[in-house]
């Protein structure tokens, strides 16, 4: 198993040391910035064809979108809210489980489909080199994923635990739609468990993305995913610990 990046764990202890040097309203401000670019990237990802501008719209205004299909509006919507439930989760210290990957399924898929519910079909993703397993074999698949996640939790590298809670879930492929959407917002849900900042994989990455995650799926080599979320979750830390280094200079003057 891989040890977590040790530049990485100190800006990690910086950022938890000293982010309330920030103001309240200056956190706020970069949560909500954070929230909508997550929200217009795992669903563009998907298929979703509203813009960035648009899903601020939708999300801060509750602005209708004209022209757009009434699901990619709902997709917008549920996914800000099915992060606003994985956070109210971690503000709990509520663990990863299945119930919640559930929850966060129906949320996800409101006013959709009937959402928290494991296929009864086979399903192929496109473009991909791995098939999902079969709905008999997806479900003893679930049963050790579930028991494995709770077993490393206490003993995985936390990073690792991250990548492997994503790739691993998606592999399985277990709901009939909505499974990337679901991975990315458990992803988030490990990282933030573990003191981490929530990261948002970009669309103009998904190929990397894809590939790392099919390597995973075909193979078992968890490193690039590993490395993917790394890189992402350093990127983060570096451009909120500025801000909290800018205003501990000013603080000083």
């Not at 210290?93 to 519910?117: A, F, R, S, V, W």
């Amino acid at each position: 198993m891989c040890m977590e990046k040790v530049e990485l764990l100190k800006k990690k202890e910086f950022y938890n040391e000293n982010k309330n040097i920030l103001s309240v309203e200056l956190r706020e401000k970069i949560d909500k910035a954070f929230d909508i670019d997550f929200t217009y990237n795992s669903t563009t990802i998907e298929g979703n064809t509203l813009t960035l501008i648009e899903t601020k719209a939708v999300l801060e205004d509750k602005i209708s979108i004209g022209g757009k299909e009434l699901r990619e509006i709902y997709e917008v919507i549920n996914h800000n809210k099915a992060f606003d439930y994985v956070k109210k989760c971690i503000e709990q210290n509520e663990t990863l489980d299945e119930i919640k990957i559930k929850d966060i399924h129906e949320i996800l898929t409101e006013n959709i489909m009937q959402g928290g519910i494991y296929r009864n079909t086979d399903v192929v993703i496109t473009g991909a080199k791995h098939t999902p397993p079969t709905p008999n074999e997806m479900y003893n698949q679930l049963k050790f994923f579930y028991e494995e996640m709770k077993q490393n939790i206490s003993t995985m590298d936390p990073i690792e635990l991250v990548a492997w809670t994503h790739a691993e879930f998606v592999k399985i492929h277990p709901f009939p739609d909505g499974n990337g959407r679901t991975s990315r917002l458990i992803m988030n849900y490990q990282l933030m468990s573990n003191g981490y900042l929530p990261v948002s994989i970009k669309v103009e990455d998904r190929l990397e993305y894809y590939n790392a995650l099919d390597l995973y799926a075909t193979t078992g080599n968890l490193k690039p995913f590993i490395e993917l979320i790394e890189n992402l979750e350093e990127k983060r830390l570096d451009e909120i610990n500025r801000m909290i280094e800018q205003q501990m200079e000013t603080g000083n003057k």
